[in-house]
């Protein structure tokens, strides 16, 4: 299976920061890579697909980059209803894996 | 609306067998995989394994093959997902996801999540 490793496992921000979620794939994926955002209580939710491109109605503070095995969600400008945990996920090889999560808190 | 609805919450014992399902609204349900992700309580989602509704093709993480299974009904656009003999260890939520693939088989709908607990 492809292992994906995302860092800082949590953080802690203010609104109107700049956040960065790194996602590292064991091999490269090239640009099968996925964002997801996900709140208590709810349902992951699609933010960006093919590490850079955003999912219709997500707001444009999200931004995803990278490929082949480093990959970054960058929110600009967080806002309150950022909060929640985001995961990645590769989608070049089943079984089709999701990094551990990192935890934002505002 | 595109939406994929889930059946409720179920309590069971173990060894009990469920089936828990998953209709699609709003989209040509043959048209898209559905997928199954389990969320242990506290931890990220998990990959468990899709359906073809077109032609029931399946596709299993390989921590899951053997111990679930998955069908679809497509005339009633329904996909399902089965325990045999469950065990407190898949106590859980589950979710079913759409699998688009012109976005790089992102899972771009999900539904509510199915929450199994297993008890004695």
């Known amino acids: 299976d492809i292992q994906m490793t995302q860092s800082p496992s949590s953080l802690s921000a203010s609104v109107g920061d700049r956040v960065a979620i790194v996602c590292r794939a064991s091999q490269t994926i090239y640009n099968y890579l996925n964002w997801y955002q996900q709140k208590p209580g709810g349902a992951p939710r699609l933010l960006v697909y093919a590490a850079s491109n955003l999912q219709g109605g997500v707001a444009s503070r999200f931004d995803g980059s990278g490929s082949g095995t480093d990959f970054t969600l960058i929110i600009s400008g967080l806002q309150p209803e950022d909060f929640g945990t985001y995961y990645c996920?590769?989608?070049?090889?089943?079984?089709?894996?999701f990094g551990q999560g990192t935890k934002v808190e505002i | 609306e595109v939406q994929l609805v889930q059946s409720g919450p179920e309590v069971k014992k173990p060894g009990e067998s469920l089936r828990i399902s998953c209709k699609g609204r709003?989209?040509?349900?043959?048209?898209?995989?559905v997928n199954w992700v389990r969320q242990l309580p506290g931890r990220g989602p998990e990959f468990m394994g899709s359906?073809?509704?077109?032609?029931?093709?399946?596709d299993y993480s390989p921590s899951f093959q053997g111990r679930v299974t998955i069908s679809v009904d497509a005339a009633i656009t329904t996909a399902y997902l089965h325990w045999g003999s469950l065990e407190a260890s898949d106590t859980a939520i589950y979710y079913c996801?759409?699998?688009?693939?012109?976005?790089?088989?992102?899972?771009?709908?999900w539904g509510q999540g199915t929450a199994v607990t297993v008890s004695s």
């Open positions: 996801a759409r699998r688009n693939d012109t976005k790089w088989y992102a899972m771009d709908v």
């Open positions: 709003g989209y040509n349900f043959l048209d898209s995989w």
């Open positions: 359906i073809d509704p077109f032609d029931s093709n399946t």
């Open positions: 996920q590769q989608t070049y090889k089943t079984p089709r894996t």
